[in-house]
């Protein structure tokens, strides 16, 4: 059993509206990588994602190609500058849930959960991109056991 970590995708310009939905890239990206992890037969048990229009929309690409057991749902303190520390306190790599959010709260989170410090960088994520984390089998340490993201770099 694991965590996933999501960026939300690419998003259309904020300048007319402050709570931009995903672009027609975002769409695309995130299908994409959704139905690669569909493939894989990722298995997730919820998805939350943050109160955001474009983290929405995101966790719902996912969930129509994932299928999470117990559905979709929007969760408190998933936005960019919440409190790492106290969200991790809630985490259970039993509970295979996907969160699906924003940085730099998803970059502090995967720092946390490995390193114990959330200014520890240990990974850069991409919009869309999937990182999915779990426990050293009988230990309490986090590892970042594999990724997807859109591209290369």
């Keep these: 059993m694991a965590i996933y970590l999501i960026q939300h995708g690419r998003s259309l310009s904020g300048e007319s509206d402050p709570d931009p939905g ?6 695309a990206d995130t299908e994409r990588i959704a139905g690669v992890a569909a493939g894989y037969g990722v298995r997730i048990g919820l998805i ?9 929309e995101t966790a719902s690409i996912f ?3 994932l299928h999470p057991e117990r559905g979709i749902e929007e969760a408190a303190g998933l936005k960019p500058m919440d409190d790492v520390v106290s969200f991790a306190e809630n985490i259970s ?5 996907m969160l699906v959010g924003h940085l730099p709260f998803m970059g502090r989170m995967a720092s946390h959960l490995v390193t114990g410090s959330a200014d520890i960088p240990v990974f850069s994520f991409q919009k869309s991109g999937i990182v999915c984390l779990d426990r050293e089998p009988g230990s309490s340490t986090w590892l970042i056991k594999w990724a997807l993201m859109p591209n290369i770099e």
Aim: aromatic fraction near 0%.
């Design 48 to 56: 939350r994602h943050s109160t955001k229009t474009r983290a929405r």
């Design 22 to 27: 995903l672009s027609p890239e975002g769409i």
């Design 93 to 97: 790599p039993e509970s295979n849930v």
């Design 63 to 65: 969930a129509s190609a």
